[in-house]
């Protein structure tokens, strides 16, 4: 059998399925599923790291692997917590050393002994203003 996702995808959901099914029935399989659904999930990610031409194919089988383990030992909140608190932990590592803007910096005028090195429509109206009622 080609243990491709979408064959275990498809079996995961087609197991929901019947599960549901029964259980309008009166029949409850859900202790069974809390074990088919992680030994599908170890199985295929066991399968996957194996057969990985790429690094990120064995990344990505060790993780399912590892997530079908947790969810065995119904540890699976663990691995849920580790990966936000490192989404967490990349995001605010990365607007801290991120590319900062500078252009907010290079364009205010610096000021050299009180006056300003570059002046604006607004001095140069101020200045006038002055000047007209300084000489009155």
Same mark, same amino acid.
């Given at each position: 059998?080609?243990?491709?996702?979408? &064959? *275990?995808?498809?079996?995961?959901?087609?197991?929901?399925? *019947?599960?549901?099914?029964?259980? !309008?029935? +009166?029949?409850?399989?859900? $202790?069974? !599923?809390?074990? #088919?659904?992680?030994? @599908?999930?170890?199985? $295929?990610?066991?399968?996957?790291?194996?057969?990985?031409? &790429?690094?990120?194919?064995?990344?990505?089988?060790?993780?399912?692997?590892?997530?079908?383990? !947790?969810?065995? !030992?119904?540890?699976?909140?663990?691995?849920? +917590?580790?990966?936000?608190?490192? @989404? #967490?932990?990349?995001?605010?590592?990365?607007?801290?050393?991120?590319?900062?803007?500078?252009?907010? *910096?290079?364009?205010?005028? #610096?000021? *050299?002994?009180?006056?300003?090195?570059?002046?604006?429509?607004?001095?140069?109206?101020?200045?006038?203003?002055?000047?007209?009622?300084? &000489?009155?």
């Amino acid at each position: 059998m080609n243990w491709s996702a979408k &064959t *275990v995808f498809g079996m995961i959901l087609l197991l929901i399925g *019947v599960s549901i099914v029964l259980q !309008l029935i +009166g029949i409850s399989i859900g $202790y069974l !599923l809390r074990m #088919i659904i992680p030994i @599908l999930l170890i199985i $295929y990610g066991y399968k996957k790291w194996n057969l990985a031409e &790429t690094k990120f194919q064995k990344f990505f089988g060790m993780i399912v692997l590892l997530f079908g383990v !947790l969810l065995l !030992l119904g540890a699976a909140h663990l691995f849920i +917590g580790l990966i936000v608190a490192g @989404l #967490i932990m990349y995001f605010g590592y990365s607007i801290m050393k991120g590319k900062q803007d500078d252009s907010v *910096v290079k364009n205010d005028p #610096i000021e *050299v002994k009180g006056q300003r090195e570059s002046k604006d429509l607004f001095d140069e109206e101020w200045d006038r203003f002055m000047n007209e009622y300084k &000489t009155k």
